[in-house]
């Protein structure tokens, strides 16, 4: 599905070099090497920063009095949030360099039209304590400060690859983007979030809540090519296969969509237009409206009946299929290969927890904390 997005973005400083979706000009690739893994990555800055275009951080006074009377009255939320971050040096890191990341839960319509600031402080919360849990440090930093590859495919004489970073500049539409690029350029992507089952009216424990699905304007010829290439898979389905690997490494049973009345730049006048690029689109994928308002499936999602597919294209819906799925497990298995390092990191930090507080975990413990040591010589 291609939508034409909202126009251009606001220039950039030359200090402020991160790329952004709709104003791409190539990547840098370079590698970044952990004991005998390899991970392709895209870098696009020399010192990675959290960005924001200048012109979404006009702050007016009104504006400032509506975030200051927000937080004064959801003060608890606020405190839980900050005091997370705060005990997290990667998240403090990220309030130090742009403090609206901290805040950005109380501006309205984060994530979607229609929830509240107590929702709002629950997705946020829920989403970042989840990577915490599930990705070794030094894997979570690359995702959130630069990209990771999370699957090349040989296809082709192009390069197609699938990435996973920090939404921007968008970041109000989803915390993580997945990104179809073909070339270095960015044609497609998925932002999501990781939330709690309750906000989406789900009985699963955890949903990854999908809130952008779109092909970036001016790519039309790109995706095309990948989509040929591909075997014939659309980037919205390719990119909805690796969302459904990212989920099985989770745990998470359940994705939720937000529709086209939902999403942050609905416009009424623009009704048919939004859910021929939204709604439409997430029916077409399996995706199912719920009670709740959210389009919704189990993962995996369903499949129509082979059956039920025409004799002449069933062996050619099956190869697709087979397809998506090496994209699903490829998707999966980049992030089981870094699980056995994030459990001996938890495993380090629940000892320093255990240690006794009177002494600073630097110091020499005390000699009744000491192993002894064996005084026989032979």
């Known amino acids: 599905m291609q939508s034409s997005g909202r126009g251009s973005c606001h220039a950039l400083t030359p200090q402020k070099t991160w790329e952004v979706e709709r104003k791409m000009s190539g990547a840098v690739d370079f590698i970044s090497r952990n004991n005998s893994s390899t991970t392709a990555l895209i870098q696009t800055a020399s010192t990675p920063t959290y960005v924001i275009p200048e012109g979404r951080l006009r702050l007016t006074p009104l504006r400032l009095c509506i975030w200051m009377g927000r937080a004064l009255f959801h003060i608890r939320n606020l405190r839980d949030v900050l005091h997370f971050l705060a005990g997290i040096?990667?998240?403090?890191?990220?309030?130090q360099r742009n403090p609206r990341?901290?805040?950005?839960?109380?501006?309205g319509d984060y994530l979607a039209k229609g929830f509240s600031i107590s929702e709002c402080a629950a997705c946020f919360l829920h989403h970042y304590k989840s990577l915490h849990k599930m990705l070794p440090n030094h894997l979570l930093r690359q995702i959130l400060q630069e990209e990771v590859a999370l699957h090349v495919f040989p296809e082709g004489g192009d390069r197609f690859t699938l990435t996973l970073g920090l939404s921007r500049p968008y970041d109000n539409e989803g915390e993580l983007t997945l990104r179809l690029r073909v070339d270095g350029d960015i044609v497609f992507v998925l932002a999501f979030t990781v939330v709690p089952g309750w906000v989406v009216k789900s009985p699963a424990d955890d949903a990854l809540l999908i809130?952008?699905?779109q092909g970036i304007k001016g790519r039309y010829r790109q995706i095309a090519i990948a989509t040929k290439a591909l075997h014939d898979v659309a980037p919205s389905r390719l990119l909805l296969a690796a969302l459904q690997g990212i989920a099985g490494f989770f745990g998470i049973s359940a994705i939720a969509a937000v529709p086209a009345e939902k999403q942050n730049s609905y416009?009424?006048?623009?009704?048919?237009?939004?859910?021929?690029?939204?709604?439409n689109l997430f029916t077409e994928l399996g995706l199912s409206k719920d009670d709740g308002g959210f389009f919704s499936s189990a993962v995996p999602i369903d499949h129509k009946p082979i059956l039920s597919i025409k004799r002449g294209h069933r062996l050619r819906a099956k190869r697709k299929r087979e397809f998506k799925h090496r994209v699903q497990l490829a998707c999966s298995s980049f992030f089981a290969n870094y699980a056995g390092n994030r459990a001996m990191e938890r495993s380090k930090e629940r000892t320093v927890a255990?240690?006794?507080r009177a002494w600073p975990v630097s110091a020499t413990p005390p000699a009744s904390t000491q192993p002894r040591r064996n005084l026989l010589v032979k």
């Open 89 to 95: 040096p990667l998240f403090s890191e990220m309030v």
């Open 101 to 107: 990341f901290a805040f950005k839960f109380l501006i």
């Open 211 to 213: 809130t952008r699905l």
């Open 267 to 279: 416009k009424k006048d623009a009704d048919l237009k939004f859910k021929n690029a939204y709604d």
């Open 354 to 356: 255990q240690l006794p």
